[in-house]
Structure formats: structure tokens, C-alpha cells
């Protein structure tokens, strides 16, 4: 349990630094370029740009080593807190101060909420494999979802299309999550029957959860990048941060058998623990500090 709430906490620390960086570098590309590949082959110029996909390959294997010993519904809400860490991450990047009391008082709404959250949800792992109906009906789902969500981007003002495209990013993300969870198990299990590591990466590099894997992460990293457009990242980061730890607590629950407490008392603290949090990911996006335009 230690070792999954460490990796998940440092993965948070990786992903709220890369965040911070590729909202800086994709609000600076032209608006033109939204939902566009051409936005990323700029992005590829930048060096900036691409420490932040370092840090957030940092927190993918940090995240995937939590992924492998816990269950998503533990993992992902912890990953919550990457919006805390941004805080001062953004702070320190763009201005350069302390943090305020507001900050201080919006970030313990969030960790207290996720905390409380997580001690009365008391989540535990169940399969480590889901069966191919249940993905199909994962995929299935989770796709139709996020393309209503992008198609109705399209036609929307620049604030409401990062938030809607960070949630459709966010969405996507939670199945990535569910897609590492399996990768990584099986990558385990190669490992243990034939005690070579290249191996064992070889072999998984041609199941179908790997490919799918790849490409889950490549729309994640497309999507998120025309999300951060919006010159706020307070626009996008609290509906990428909310969206993904909610897929990742259904998906783990339906598709790989993992429990938390569902008595009625404790569903209701639950949902109010969770309210808590999100209110205070969204005091958070209102500060100077995520929204270089307020100061």
C-alpha cells in the first residue's frame, strides 16, 4: 500500500510539471491550429515542450508501477493531486511568489476531500485482467462519449472547448489508465515465466492491450494539447483532472471487479468528500496563479 500511494503521489508531481509546460508552449500556438497535427509538429520544435513530455513519461512509469501492485480505483484519485502540485509549479514558473492563503485554502479542500475520500471508500483491487467483452463495452462507451464531446468543442468559445476538450482528454486518459494497468500485469507474468526482461517486453509489444495502449495515448496527447490552447489553464485543468479519476473508478469497478464500501452512509460521505475536492480544483482554477491573463 506504501509503495502504490508513493508512486502514485510522485506520478501526480511528474504530470502536474508537464502539465504546467505544455500549457505554456500549446497557449502561445494559434487558434487556427486547434484539433489540428500540424499543432503538435510545432510543438515538436519547442525543447520546453518536449521536457514536458519527459516529465510526463516520468509519471506514466511511476503511475504504471502503482498501476501494477494497486487497484485504479486507489491509484487515479490520487493522481488528483497533480492539480495541487501545479500550484505552486505554475506559481514559481510564471510569476515567481509565494503562494497566497486562497491557495494554501483551495489546495486543502482538495487533498482533505481526496483523503477522506479514500480512507471511507477503502478501495480494493480485484481482477488484474478484465475479459474482452467487458473492453469492448469499456471502448465502446468511453469513444462515443468523448466524440460527442470533441464535435461539440468545435462549435463552442475558446473557454467552454478547452474545458470540454480537457474532459474528453481526461475521459480517454482514465482508459489509458485501465489500458497500463493491464500491459503492465501482463509484462509481470512474461516476466515470471521466462525471467528475462527484453523478452518479456518484446512479447508484450504485440498484444493488442499495447497497441491500444499507444494509440490511446497518442489521442490523450493530441487532445490535451488543443485543450491548453485556452490561454487560461484554469479553463482545462480542472475538467482534465476530475474527468479522469471518475472513468477510472467505473472502469475499475465494472470492468475489473474492484470494490469500495457501498453502504448507504458511506456512499453519501463519499460523494460529499468527492464534492469537496472538485470544489476545491475549481477555487484553484479561479487563481492568478493558473491564469496569466488576471495578473
Avoid at 497535427?37 to 525543447?47: A, C, D, E, N, V
Avoid at 481482477?127 to 468545435?154: D, N, Q, Y
Amino acid at each position: 500500500m506504501v509503495l502504490v500511494i508513493t508512486c502514485s503521489i510522485i506520478s501526480a508531481i511528474f504530470f502536474a510539471i508537464a502539465a504546467v509546460i505544455q500549457q505554456f508552449k500549446a497557449s502561445l500556438q494559434g487558434e487556427n491550429l486547434n484539433l489540428h497535427l500540424s499543432l503538435i509538429g510545432k510543438l515538436l520544435k519547442q525543447p520546453m515542450w518536449l521536457l514536458g513530455i519527459g516529465s510526463s513519461l516520468a509519471g506514466f512509469i511511476f503511475q504504471a508501477v502503482a498501476l501494477l501492485k494497486g487497484s485504479l480505483a486507489l491509484v487515479q484519485p490520487l493522481l488528483v493531486l497533480g492539480v495541487v502540485f501545479a500550484l505552486p509549479i505554475s506559481a514559481g514558473f510564471i510569476h515567481k511568489r509565494a503562494m497566497t492563503a486562497k491557495e494554501w485554502a483551495a489546495s486543502f479542500f482538495v487533498a482533505s476531500g481526496l483523503i477522506a475520500f479514500l480512507v471511507v471508500a477503502q478501495a480494493r483491487g480485484g481482477s488484474r485482467v478484465a475479459g474482452l467483452h467487458t473492453w469492448i463495452i469499456i471502448i465502446c462507451s468511453t469513444a462515443v462519449v468523448s466524440i460527442a464531446i470533441i464535435l461539440m468543442s468545435r462549435r463552442a468559445k475558446i473557454s467552454s472547448r478547452s474545458t470540454m476538450q480537457a474532459t474528453a482528454a481526461g475521459l480517454i486518459n482514465g482508459l489509458a489508465a485501465a489500458f497500463t494497468k493491464e500491459v503492465t500485469h501482463n509484462l509481470y507474468m512474461n516476466y515470471k515465466a521466462s525471467h528475462n526482461i527484453f523478452t518479456s517486453i518484446i512479447k508484450e509489444t504485440y498484444s493488442w492491450e499495447f497497441i491500444a495502449l499507444i494509440i490511446d495515448y497518442a489521442i490523450v496527447l493530441f487532445l490535451v494539447q488543443s485543450a491548453f490552447q485556452g490561454d487560461q489553464i484554469g479553463w482545462s485543468l480542472p475538467a482534465l483532472t476530475v474527468s479522469n479519476p471518475v472513468i477510472s473508478l467505473i472502469i475499475g469497478v465494472a470492468g475489473f471487479k474492484e470494490t469500495i464500501n457501498t453502504s448507504g452512509f458511506q456512499i453519501f460521505l463519499e460523494t460529499l468528500f468527492l464534492l469537496v475536492s472538485i470544489y476545491g480544483i475549481f477555487l484553484l482554477a479561479k487563481l492568478p496563479s493558473y491564469n496569466r491573463e488576471q495578473t
